[in-house]
């Protein structure tokens, strides 16, 4: 009995010190578990959609902006190397009598397009 006992204490120490000795060997590198999700929430990237009855109410060029982005690049560009300011553009959006989200839907891409891309001058 007292064999089978010394033998038990003998093989757990075994045991125990090999497992000890493997993760200091190794002691560097971590292994943890991480979840790569991506981010549902960007405040920067996030781009709000408007009402329809606000987009059937927009002039054509401004339709066609809101439907298509690369329309919206290009017209946004020529805005850009027009010279024209943001104040320019608020401008002529209220000359057409745009609702107030709809301005403010293309001058936050205007915004973001002269960030992007710099000032002309």
Known sequence: MRFAFLLLVA???LIASSDALSTQADATSRHLRSH???NAYN???EERTLDKSIVKALPDQFKK???YPSNMENVLESWRTGF???DDAVM???SLNMDFDAI???VAAYRAHIQKYGRPY
Request: hydrophobic residues 35%.
């Open 11 to 13: 093989a757990a120490s």
């Open 104 to 106: 403010s839907h293309f």
């Open 92 to 94: 002529h959006m209220k």
């Open 84 to 86: 024209q300011s943001v």
């Open 36 to 38: 790569h999700k991506k």
């Open 43 to 45: 405040a920067e990237e």
């Open 65 to 67: 902006m809101y439907k």
